[in-house]
């Protein structure tokens, strides 16, 4: 089999793709349900269909083109990733993953491969938090991680609910009907940007991932006494601020000194009222993100967050209360993907690191119903989430020529 991956038509779709944007070029934003996401959405069928794919959407608009196999009834192999963006993100995040499927199909289908398994491309809904407010909400819905009850109460910052906006914008049918039966997939693996230095610093031009971590996302909101910044002696003081900074350092020192470098924490938001410079804050309110590997290390960090977050309280005289978002499992890759990816890198003589994913994605909940693994390419610096987010043609066309392996080896 002779796989040869159309460079050029391949770039020229990843540039087409990223004329949808709600944001000045270079930098792209693409929020889910939006005029922009929905003409992306458009565009992407039409280029599924010319490739002779059969498309169709659920109920929360994962969409699902599939390339027939022979044994019509047998589990799917899959691919895909996202084409949603955040504000000011750049044009690789998901789409070399989506772009890079559709063309490792056109592929297997130049160089006459007949699948026996039917290969399908899938592009899921909204793997960015951006417009509810949680991250993966096509793919948890399709493994069954998120209710269907709940994703209905999931409302955008106008009020809008999922379900008013999904069925507004085209998709028909019941959340309840989204998730996926038991045995749906063979295998899934999905190609992406490492979105991490670590390829590019060890000249490695791809990754193979082992784990996926998941992160635990917690609201903190911490009371204390406002006032004249004048008028209230230090003594007298119960400054929310002055407590929030005493946090936020504690939760990084748990993190710190876990034992392991898989764990991370981030206070990301820090919304600090009134607001005044003169006026001693009254309130604070703290997003927080901490991820890892292994549960039950996260977990420690959290912990860590309680403890400290009493011990403080009652030392500042302020309150802090926690309100935990999402606690997501972290998930293994299946030896069945790892090991189809492992012997197109051998075959073609590249060489690939094992890896952990720090960031999560669509995979991580599709591996709750299905082998899954995932490529990763390098992105220059690391970059991602950001308009300069690069990953060079060479590293692509790479990453998608191991896919097509990929996709042939599990589908024959």
């Not at 994962?62 to 044994?71: E, Q, V």
């Not at 309280?313 to 802090?320: F, H, L, P």
């Amino acid at each position: 089999m002779n796989l040869e991956i159309d460079r050029n038509r391949l770039l020229a779709e990843i540039e087409a793709l990223a004329s949808f944007s709600d944001a000045e070029a270079p930098a792209v934003t693409r929020i889910v349900f939006t005029p922009t996401d929905l003409k992306a959405r458009a565009w992407m069928k039409a280029r599924c269909e010319e490739a002779g794919l059969t498309v169709r959407y659920d109920a929360i608009g994962n969409t699902f083109a599939r390339w027939n196999g022979s044994a019509p009834s047998a589990a799917v192999v899959g691919t895909g990733s996202h084409i949603d963006a955040i504000p000011n993100a750049g044009k690789y995040d998901g789409v070399v993953g989506v772009l890079g499927g559709l063309q490792a199909i056109r592929a297997l289908q130049r160089c006459g491969f007949h699948p026996k398994h039917s290969i399908e491309l899938l592009v899921f809904t909204a793997e960015e938090p951006t417009r509810f407010g949680i991250g993966c909400l096509g793919s948890r819905l399709l493994s069954g991680t998120l209710s269907p009850d709940a994703a209905k109460k999931l409302t955008d910052k106008d009020g809008a609910a999922v379900e008013q906006v999904r069925r507004m914008v085209g998709f028909a049918g019941e959340i309840e009907d989204v998730k996926l039966p038991a045995g749906y997939y063979k295998a899934f693996a999905e190609l992406h940007i490492e979105q991490g230095p670590l390829l590019e610093r060890e000249h490695v031009p791809l990754g193979i991932v082992a784990k996926i971590a998941a992160p635990a996302s917690l609201r903190v909101v911490i009371e204390g006494s406002g006032g004249h910044a004048g008028g209230v002696l230090m003594p007298d003081r119960h400054d929310a601020l002055c407590a929030a900074a005493e946090l936020i350092l504690a939760i990084e020192n748990a993190a710190r000194t876990s034992g392991a470098v898989d764990t991370v924490a981030t206070v990301g938001i820090c919304e600090v009222f009134p607001g005044a410079v003169n006026s001693i804050p009254s309130q604070v309110r703290l997003s927080v993100d901490i991820r890892d590997t292994d549960l039950a290390r996260r977990d420690a960090v959290m912990q860590a967050l309680e403890t400290e977050g009493r011990a403080i309280a009652e030392r500042r005289q302020v309150s802090i209360r926690t309100e935990l978002l999402n606690a997501d499992a972290p998930g293994d890759c299946s030896p069945l993907v790892i090991d189809a990816l492992s012997q197109s890198c051998r075959k073609h003589r590249f060489t690939f690191l094992s890896m952990v994913s720090r960031a999560y994605h669509d995979s991580l909940f599709m591996g709750r119903i299905a082998p899954v693994a995932m490529l990763f390419i390098p992105c220059r610096n690391g970059y991602s989430h950001r308009p300069d987010e690069y990953a060079s043609p060479e590293d692509i066309v790479r990453g998608t020529l191991v896919l097509a392996e990929t996709l042939a080896a599990l589908a024959a």
